[in-house]
């Protein structure tokens, strides 16, 4: 199933800044294709960082639909 990507404009930088952070702790991995995938929702934390969450409802529920 094909999504496409969420409009991010007020928090980009701070995605992306966390996607390489992950990515450098190797919590994350750069792949090129993948036949699993979820949007993400950038969650504005107290201290001003972001957390990112997974949006399931777009994925699971048209999989079992």
């Known amino acids: ?10 928090a980009r930088e701070k ?3 966390e996607i390489n952070r992950l990515t450098g702790e190797e919590v994350l991995e ?3 294709n993948s036949e ?5 929702v950038s969650v ?6 972001i957390r990112l969450c997974r ?10 639909l």
Not at 36 to 40: E, L, R, V, Y
Request: glycine letters at 0%.
């Open 55 to 64: 949006d399931y409802k777009v994925t699971l529920i048209h999989t079992y």
């Open 44 to 49: 504005p934390k107290s201290n001003s960082q």
């Open 15 to 17: 995605i992306e800044k």
């Open 1 to 10: 199933m094909f999504c496409k990507p969420k409009s991010v404009s007020f």
């Open 36 to 40: 699993w995938a979820t949007p993400i």
């Open 30 to 32: 750069m792949i090129e």
